[in-house]
């Protein structure tokens, strides 16, 4: 089964280093299982230990005016841009949870630039696929915009970091062909009874 989670090497918790251990055994216990990407990014323990660093910072910065589920729609939104199946199906399971809506995910991840969303997902979401899809043309009208739409500097900032820290999940992913665990399907899209 490892062999088709990543056409590169893949390692169990068990085997990581104590920190990185208890971090992926946090999550697991959290999730009910361990997801891919960190048995995948596993057999490079200080890339590992990076990533989720900056994932923690980004995704889970407590003083962020950015509710959990706006981060996780720009997840989506972006990686649904960059055609990366492991993220929009992992990170759409937690946009469902996060936004109690079982359809959100797909929505967005299938068309960002035209799913409806009131006005501040709208600024978001747009200014999130101006970094991640043309940043090379990424400019000042890009950042009036989102102003415009009463977004603050700080969520600008926000945004703009989760967009570059996707960015390059989107790319490992790519490169490893990495596989979304099956649990994430089902994920947020029947209520719990």
């Not at 995948?40 to 900056?54: I, K, M, N, S, V």
């Not at 990686?79 to 967005?108: E, F, M, Q, W």
């Not at 009463?150 to 596989?179: K, M, P």
């Amino acid at each position: 089964m490892a062999e088709n989670i990543s056409r590169f090497p893949v390692v169990e918790p068990d085997d990581l280093p104590d920190d990185l251990r208890e971090r992926v055994n946090a999550i697991a216990e959290k999730s009910g299982f361990v997801p891919n990407v960190f048995t995948a990014l596993g057999h490079r323990p200080r890339e590992l230990r990076a990533f989720l660093d900056y994932h923690d910072a980004v995704m889970e910065r407590e003083d962020s005016s950015l509710s959990k589920a706006e981060r996780e729609l720009i997840v989506v939104a972006t990686s649904g841009a960059n055609s990366c199946t492991y993220c929009v199906v992992a990170h759409g399971a937690i946009l469902r949870i996060r936004a109690k809506d079982p359809t959100i995910a797909d929505r967005v991840a299938t068309n960002p630039w035209t799913v409806e969303l009131d006005h501040r997902l709208r600024a978001i979401v747009d200014l999130a696929l101006a970094l991640a899809v043309e940043p090379n043309t990424f400019g000042e009208q890009d950042l009036d915009d989102a102003r415009d739409a009463g977004l603050t500097d700080d969520e600008i900032w926000d945004v703009g970091a989760i967009t570059a820290l996707f960015a390059l999940s989107n790319r490992i992913a790519h490169l490893s062909a990495l596989r979304p665990n099956d649990e994430f399907y089902l994920m947020g899209r029947i209520p719990r009874g």
